[in-house]
């Protein structure tokens, strides 16, 4: 039986980790990532909360590509191999990201995201909730641990519950490819 997702538990040491939080926070250009449904600004309707930043950093891009490519021949083999602008995302105290996949299904251009990836740079005792979650599959265990990587199809339901305390930080990435057909 094929596996839906692909995960590797501490896979990155953490001063790597460290390493990378400190390489992104001098990098990006941290902004405000809330994204509410369709335009309906009310808190209620808000899909996410958390502050983002973007990065093009070539040895970050190095350990995605190592990882999305691993998980495709694993488990996937989809056509997709060009990674776009990196994420760097930060969940502070209240902050979450509702269930949503990251595939635009109304976009009108030749590409789709196809593959997901995301990357745990938080020691799990530095924060509390802020739970990566499938919603219809099986959720991976030990994708808390620090380094930890998790790739997956970018069509599948998931969502970071809201951080409770502390502060959570992550990678993610995506691996885009002709659209779906």
């Known amino acids: 039986m094929r596996q839906v997702w692909q995960m590797w538990e501490a896979a990155l040491p953490p001063q790597q980790c460290n390493q990378l939080v400190a390489l992104c926070q001098a990098e990006c250009t941290m902004q ?10 009310t808190v209620k309707n808000t899909i996410r909360d958390t502050s983002i930043g973007w990065t093009h950093n070539e040895a970050i891009k190095d350990i995605v590509e190592y990882y999305y490519q691993e998980a495709n021949r694993n488990a996937f083999s989809f056509d997709a191999s060009y990674i ?21 299904w109304q976009a009108d251009c030749p590409y789709d995201r196809k593959l997901s990836v995301v990357i745990q740079l938080t020691d799990p005792r530095e924060y509390t909730g802020g739970q990566f ?49």
Do not use: C, M
């Open 32 to 41: 405000d990532g809330t994204t509410f449904n369709q335009g309906d600004y």
């Open 84 to 104: 776009p602008a990196i994420q760097y995302g930060e969940y502070a105290e209240g902050n979450f990201y509702g269930w949503h996949h990251d595939i635009n």
């Open 133 to 181: 979650q499938f919603k219809h599959v099986e959720n991976p265990t030990g994708f808390l641990s620090q380094g930890s990587v998790l790739v997956f199809p970018s069509y599948l339901e998931h969502q970071v519950t809201r951080v409770e305390s502390g502060l959570r930080r992550s990678l993610v990435a995506w691996v885009e490819g002709p659209r779906w057909r």
